[in-house]
């Protein structure tokens, strides 16, 4: 029932927001005057009054930003989310969370269509049985945007799937990934000037330069991040396995005999050109995995027993007095 | 060595004690007649008394012997003569007492033969006879023995048979009286016999009878006074002049004092107690020659009341207590057997034997009782057990105080006299009753030293030496031990402090522990929270044991607790109680067990544990055998194999400098330092400056980075033949500095040295051979395996330093493969692989339980990180697998199985690192296993 309702009301509005603005947004917009914003603002209308409009904006994260907009301001608002209608979907019908987050889903470019099709998708998946909770996580895999979290995504779906299909356990594919598709020519080079500049961070340590070695260490972390996010994060797995050291060395400026093993260790890997490999005192200083076992809830950021939509974000409620 | 090569003494000069000593010594000899026992023994008192060291006392000795030991002959030539005439006589008439007559033709023989006066040969005689062990009898004394002896012997016969005549004139020729004496009181008492009243048929027979068991009596007893003045060697007197046999008016030798008792007034006639018979008065006349102290103490003895006689029995028997002189000893001996059998009142008679007999007893249990006074009970103990033994064997055989002291005796050594005599002859007698009794008392302080621990610990230690002292000689050395090893256990259980002062006697019982006292001790190692018991036990463990000395505390200690388990589950057997003695004995393992709490996650933590896992697993499946192999060899802590692995002698790499620097060793090194940067300096002088700085090397663990780029600059540039020597003799002395070694890596690549020079300063550096690698970039390979060295040392250096670091976990990797291959090992699985721990784990998995399939690898595989995190899921799963089937082994701890489980669960979402959650995993199997154990 509450499917339905939800379902007419944003195809209605979608109808009508979509010979407005190219079918870009899915939820409550506002136009104001003299923005230099080619986009409207996208959130939620809490309440409209006599001279102002108390919006929710949705940022790029998941923070909500309340702003009261003078109505003087506003070129034009458009209401097409219901809060009452999201507020009514139930564990019960758990194809209500599906339904709705598919169409939010379709809107790719609406940060906060986004942001509610993934929870919609989530409590989909943990009320439902079945099929309805395979599809949810097809779903959230389509729509995450973070290797790890797909990694997980996926394993907990094959855990969750009767027939175990291989299938759910193929490499996520990362968002830059999907941009470059493969290791580029920027990613070779920097990977290379990596390595001569790990070891020059290195010999400053040694040479006690650590001044030098600290501006050397932030320019390393500058392109190993940008190595990372190009999905080539193997060409910098010596350097992310010892940067918890290295930082501490260039922080605290002196190096114990201990860090000095990890140090020397590196350099011996970055000469020799042959990875640290997977011997036990290097993993365990590495940055920890997630641990947690493989259940639903390890893969939302928030518990959805007793969950409820309120003020544009899905909250856990309180246990509160008897 | 021969008399006449044997080495002259000569005493040291000078000495003010050893005069003294000379000085003194010889009168003690000339009064000893030589260089004999006694002598001895004074002379060792002397020298104590002048506290001469044992050195001069033996060299003094020595002096005495080869100087000649004999006092100076004070015989005149006439002197001589005669004492050689007499010796020769008296030793052919085969006379064992110096009758009156003996004594009448010596005397006579000495002064017309000898010319020597009547004083002076009498006194050669008594000399001679005493020397020859011969008693002194007067005429008259012999007389009224040998009336005694006729009397007695005849009884109340009225004939004589001719063997009994012939005994008694032997014995008059014995005592030097004349025969026809002896007839004349043979006849007169055989006629009074046949003037009596003749008795009744049985009362005759009876009479008789009683006539011949008091004459075998009367004879036995003379023939043991006899005996024991011919054979015992210490009725010996002091006195030059020879003791006579008769009544002694001296009063030294008295037990005690005239004020102790009533005045005793010599009288004659000597009055009778009322009750005494015809035969006992005869009989107190007989023994007043030879019972010296009789005259003394009669009037005591006679008085009608009983009171007197019974404070005579204790002091007699304190004084012979008291007394360390045989000779007085035997006095009184011979008093109290009189004493008791005269006694005509029974009830006196007993409160006598109680007299005689209450000391042999264990001391009550008194808190305060001193050392001392226990010391003084315990000796009193003893001697009385020895002096009452000694009264009853002289009591005559059937008589009623002999009866009665046995039974005294009984009661107090529960030793029974009269069987043990009946069984045995008379001198295995004598040597069967003392060990029996005082083994038997001695089980009794023993037992008084028992309950003394128990009640007041304290006390008992203070009591453990003197007792142990006490005891010495009267139990076997194995019993006393074994005894005084279970009292310790007691005392040092409730009274730890008490090992400060019995370390003495408790080190000694200790090292003889047998198998369940070594448990014991095992017991109170672990309980014990004292400091010093704690580190004597260990101590004493370990040398019991074989356990390597050199291991730390904590290894030792687990090493004893291991063997002492072991010994154990040999002892008791049983699951159950092995279960629960190793779970109890190791309280780590007991408290990870039953806590909910997690340790330090550390590698040397969590290889325990998970060799403990392993032990429960072991005793899970039943196989005890392998569980005690294992608990017994425990695997050796990780720090240790990582610097046991290390294949050559290792740097000494951040040791502390053996000496410490001071201001003048810095001066010195920046000194040396500054002329090896000066390039103006000469070679033969930079060589001298390198000399300078390995001579105070081992003062500094390491040196700034900055001084060692400086020295290694001079290393690799040196080109004199002055300095290329300096540097081959002294820079193996610098191997300890890491920043040198960081420094030649540092300069590696921009040195310019000639490739040999260089690979000699990396040789000695490193004490390592490196080659020159051809290709272009043989700086680089260089750099490499000087890098590789130097991590191989620093890492050994940090073990080694420091066991709880962070290098430690390649070692446990291998550990737990080892511990993980020892459980497949068990479920006997086939196929083991080696070195990969998660295949390890998932053959293990697979051995377990067979519900597991391959898509949860595959699903791990997939999650997993890196090979570790591999491990950690793939151990999730043999947990799973373990829950599961213990689960459906024994459904009855199913509840406890789901709360370990989800225990596990809980914690493995919180934890959030790898040595987190490897500890997790393997405490919660030893959790499961442990609880399939206790089900099982």
């Not at chain 1, 759910?168 to 290379?192: C, Y």
């Not at chain 2, 015992?232 to 102790?260: H, R, W």
């Not at chain 2, 004493?540 to 390597?548: G, P, R, S, T």
């Not at chain 2, 799973?880 to 370990?900: L, Y």
Request: with cysteine; net charge negative.
């Amino acid at each position: 029932m509450s499917s339905k309702l939800i379902h007419g009301l944003i195809v209605g509005s979608a109808a009508l927001a979509s010979c407005l603005f190219a079918d870009s947004v899915a939820g409550d917009v506002a136009w104001l005057k003299n923005s230099q914003q080619s986009q409207p603002m996208s959130g939620l209308i809490l309440s409209v009054s006599t001279d102002f409009v108390e919006f929710l904006e949705f940022n790029a994260g998941r923070d909500l930003n309340k702003i009261a907009i003078p109505k003087s301001e506003l070129v034009r608002l458009v209401k097409t989310i219901d809060p009452q209608s999201l507020k009514a979907l139930s564990p019960s019908s758990p194809e209500g969370y599906r339904d709705s987050a598919e169409i939010l889903s379709s809107y790719p470019s609406d940060a906060y269509a986004q942001y509610l099709a993934k929870r919609l998708y989530f409590l989909g998946a943990y009320w439902g049985r079945g099929e309805i909770r395979l599809s949810c996580f097809r779903g959230m895999i389509s729509l995450c945007d973070d290797e790890a979290l797909e990694r997980r995504i996926r394993a907990v779906a094959f855990q969750n799937d009767p027939d175990r299909d291989p299938a759910w356990l193929d490499e996520p594919v990362s968002p830059s990934t999907k941009i470059s598709n493969g290791i580029s020519v920027e990613t070779t080079a920097i990977a290379l000037r990596l390595r001569a500049d790990q070891l020059m961070l290195l010999s400053k340590i040694r040479n006690r330069a650590y001044l030098d070695a600290f501006q050397l260490l932030e320019s390393i972390e500058r392109q190993a991040d940008r190595v990372i996010e190009l999905g080539a994060k193997e060409l910098v797995q010596e350097f992310e396995t010892i940067r918890p050291i290295l930082k501490q060395v260039v922080a605290e400026q002196q190096v114990s005999p201990e860090q000095w093993v990890f140090l020397m260790s590196l350099e011996i890997a970055l000469l020799s050109e042959r990875p640290l490999g997977q011997r036990w005192n290097s993993l365990m200083i590495r940055d920890q995995p997630d641990f947690r076992s493989l259940t639903i809830e390890s893969i939302a950021e928030f518990p959805p027993e007793r969950c409820f939509f309120l003020n544009g974000e899905w909250l856990s409620e309180q246990p509160g007095p008897r | 060595m021969s008399e006449s090569s044997e080495r002259k003494i000569i005493l040291p000069v000078g000495d003010s004690r050893l005069n003294e000593f000379i000085r003194r010594a010889g009168p003690i000899i000339t009064a000893e007649r030589g260089l004999n026992e006694r002598s001895r023994l004074k002379l060792r008192s002397l020298a104590d008394s002048l506290k001469l060291p044992n050195e001069l006392f033996d060299l003094a000795l020595e002096h005495f012997r080869q100087s000649g030991i004999e006092p100076k002959d004070k015989l005149t030539r006439f002197e001589r003569a005669f004492v050689n005439w007499l010796t020769k006589h008296l030793n052919s008439t085969q006379q064992k007492i110096l009758s009156t007559e003996l004594e009448q033709a010596g005397l006579t023989h000495g002064t017309e033969k000898y010319q020597l006066t009547i004083d002076r040969a009498r006194q050669l005689i008594h000399e001679v006879a005493r020397d020859l062990g011969l008693q002194r009898v007067s005429l008259k004394q012999a007389e009224s023995y040998l009336h005694y002896l006729v009397t007695d012997q005849i009884g109340s016969a009225t004939v004589l048979n001719e063997q009994l005549r012939e005994r008694l004139y032997r014995a008059a020729e014995s005592w030097g009286v004349e025969i026809a004496t002896v007839d004349g009181y043979i006849e007169q008492w055989l006629t009074e016999n046949s003037n009596r009243e003749r008795p009744s048929g049985t009362s005759r027979r009876v009479l008789a009878l009683g006539s011949c068991a008091l004459l075998i009596g009367i004879t036995l007893y003379a023939y043991s006074i006899y005996q024991r003045q011919q054979h015992d060697p210490t009725v010996e007197s002091d006195q030059n002049q020879l003791s006579e046999v008769e009544p002694s008016t001296d009063k030294s030798g008295a037990p005690f004092e005239s004020s102790d008792l009533p005045p005793i007034a010599l009288m004659e006639p000597h009055p009778n107690h009322p009750e005494w018979s015809e035969t006992t008065i005869e009989r107190l006349h007989a023994a007043r020659p030879t019972t010296g102290l009789l005259d003394q103490y009669w009037n005591v003895l006679a008085a009608a009341e009983p009171d007197g006689r019974v404070a005579l029995i204790s002091e007699l028997t304190a004084s012979a207590l008291a007394g360390h002189d045989e000779t007085q000893r035997q006095a009184w001996v011979e008093l109290l057997v009189l004493t008791l059998e005269i006694e005509p009142d029974p009830q006196t008679l007993e409160t006598m034997i109680s007299e005689l007999t209450h000391r042999i007893t264990v001391t009550s249990i008194d808190s305060s009782l001193t050392t001392p006074a226990l010391a003084d009970d315990l000796e009193d103990c003893f001697r009385s057990n020895q002096l009452a033994f000694q009264v009853w064997r002289t009591l005559d055989e059937t008589s009623l105080p002999r009866r009665l002291l046995g039974q005294g005796l009984f009661n107090q050594t529960s030793v029974n006299l009269d069987a043990l005599a009946s069984v045995d002859t008379d001198e295995m007698f004598s040597e069967a009753y003392l060990p029996l009794a005082e083994q038997g008392l001695a089980r009794q302080w023993l037992d008084y030293l028992t309950t003394l621990a128990r009640l007041n610990p304290e006390q008992a230690g203070q009591f453990v030496i003197p007792i142990r002292q006490g005891l010495s000689d009267k139990l076997d050395h194995r019993s006393l031990n074994d005894r005084l090893e279970d009292i310790l256990l007691m005392i040092l259980e409730n009274s730890p402090q008490s090992i400060t002062h019995l370390k003495p006697v408790a080190d000694e019982v200790i090292r003889n522990a047998d198998h369940d006292r070594i448990l014991a001790w095992g017991e109170l190692l672990h309980s014990t929270q004292d400091h010093s018991l704690r580190q004597w036990l260990t101590t004493q463990l370990v040398l019991l044991l074989d356990i390597d000395r050199i291991l730390g505390e904590e290894q030792q200690l687990s090493l004893i607790r291991s063997q002492i388990l072991a010994r154990q589950s040999e002892l008791i057997g049983g699951h159950h109680a092995l279960i629960r003695q190793w779970l109890t004995h190791n309280e780590l393992l007991s408290k990870l067990v039953e806590s909910d709490q997690l340790p330090n996650a550390t590698a040397q933590n969590i290889a325990d544990i998970a060799q403990w896992g392993t032990q429960a697993f072991a005793l899970s499946r039943g196989q005890f055998e392998l569980f005690q192999r294992l608990y017994q060899e425990p695997q050796a802590p990780l720090a240790m194999v990582a610097i046991a692995n290390a294949s050559r002698e290792t740097l000494n790499l951040l040791d502390d400098a053996p000496f410490t620097a001071h201001a003048t060793h810095h001066e010195t090194l920046d000194k040396a330092l500054a002329v090896l940067a000066d390039k103006e300096v000469r070679p033969v002088t930079r060589a001298a400056a390198l000399q300078r700085i390995s001579a105070v090397a081992d003062r500094f663990a390491d040196i700034e980075f900055e001084q060692a780029q400086l020295l290694m600059t001079f290393l690799l540039n040196a080109q004199s033949d002055d300095e290329v020597i300096a540097i081959r003799k002294e820079l193996g002395k610098l191997r300890h500095w890491l920043a040198l070694q960081q420094a030649l890596i540092n300069q590696l690549e921009s040195t310019t040295a000639p490739t040999d020079h260089l690979l000699t300063i990396c040789r000695l550096l490193t004490d390592e051979s490196f080659e020159l690698a051809t290709s272009d970039n043989w700086r680089a390979v260089l750099k490499i395996q000087l890098l590789s060295s130097l991590t191989g040392q620093l890492k050994i250096a940090i073990v080694r330093r420091n066991a709880e670091n962070e290098l430690l976990w390649d070692q446990l990797h291998d550990r737990l493969c080892d511990e993980m291959i020892l459980r497949l090992r068990i479920v006997h699985s086939d196929g083991i692989p080696q070195d990969a721990y998660t295949l390890l784990i998932r053959t293990m998995t697979k051995a377990i339980s067979s519900e597991l399939n391959a898509a949860n690898w595959q699903l791990d595989d997939y999650l997993a990180e890196d090979e570790l995190h591999r491990a950690i899921l793939a151990g999730r799963r043999l947990i799973d697998g373990v829950a599961r089937a213990i689960g459906k082994r024994n459904p009855q701890i199913e509840h406890k199985i789901t709360k370990i489980v989800t225990w596990h669960v809980v914690h493995s979402n919180q934890l959030q690192h790898y040595r987190d959650q490897l500890l997790l995993n393997e405490l919660t199997l030893l959790k499961l296993w442990t609880s399939a154990c206790q089900a099982n």
